[in-house]
């Protein structure tokens, strides 16, 4: 089945700093890529919506110069927490459309930032 | 996007039969029923998926009635390793629309 690999599975960084999250789709080509913020006990909020060669689409209230999104290929999309704050301490999850025509996602297993 | 309403939390004795239902009035006609299966600090996992009546996989079983308005998902004799949140989601066919999660259900599985 489709997989989609995440990495860093965890990270803990210094307030200021820069974090970069990697998203691959393993065995099928994405497209487009969509990245998940979740604080705890609470569900999945989507953040943008990563388009291969093209500009990200962000969501209302998502920072597009603080949360930075490249989709450079159709396997790999980064997604960079620039200048990173403890309130950006979340747990991101990308996930890929297989584009099978039936908008299933496959997710990856998520990047645990905590930033002190 | 059709919103979806389902309960937040539900207890379960191993072994039992373990139905969560979702509601999706708003449901249009190219939209499918889709669940997902979170455990924590994990990303979602596809469940199932169904259109109309019903749906089986090794998994579960997917009931929609004929009006769509609604959809409950069963989980046969569930154990231990079945606790997780539930999300119903309501997608549109094709394409790579953004999919957006509601709250789900939280289902604890009680020895």
């Known amino acids: 089945g489709a997989v989609v690999s995440q990495h860093p599975s965890w990270v803990i960084c210094k307030s200021g700093t820069s974090v970069k999250i990697e998203c691959r789709s393993l065995?099928?080509?994405?497209?487009?890529m969509f990245w998940y913020r979740q604080f705890p006990k609470q569900s999945l909020m989507l953040m943008a919506t990563s388009n291969e060669g093209s500009k990200a689409t962000y969501e209302q209230g998502v920072e597009k110069d603080k949360f930075l999104i490249n989709h450079a290929s159709l396997t790999l999309s980064t997604l960079t927490v620039t200048s990173a704050h403890p309130e950006d301490s979340s747990f991101y999850i990308c996930?890929?459309?297989?584009?099978?025509?039936?908008?299933?996602?496959?997710f990856g297993a998520g990047s645990r930032l905590t930033v002190l | 996007l059709a919103k979806t309403t389902q309960p937040i939390s539900m207890d379960s004795y191993e072994g039992q039969e373990v139905n969560i239902t979702c509601s999706h009035n708003?449901?249009?006609?190219?939209?499918?029923i889709t669940w997902y299966q979170q455990f924590p600090s994990q990303g979602p996992r596809f469940i199932i998926q169904?259109?109309?009546t019903k749906v089986t996989n090794e998994v579960a079983s997917l009931f929609i009635p004929a009006d769509r308005k609604s959809s409950t998902l069963s989980l046969p004799r569930v154990s231990l390793s079945d606790t997780a949140v539930y999300y119903c989601?309501?997608?549109?066919?094709?394409?790579?629309?953004?999919?957006?999660f509601g709250t789900g259900t939280k289902l604890q599985v009680i020895p």
């Open positions: 065995d099928f080509q994405a497209t487009t």
């Open positions: 169904g259109y109309k």
């Open positions: 996930s890929a459309n297989q584009q099978l025509g039936d908008n299933v996602l496959t």
């Open positions: 989601l309501v997608v549109l066919s094709g394409g790579y629309q953004k999919v957006t």
């Open positions: 708003n449901i249009a006609t190219n939209d499918y």
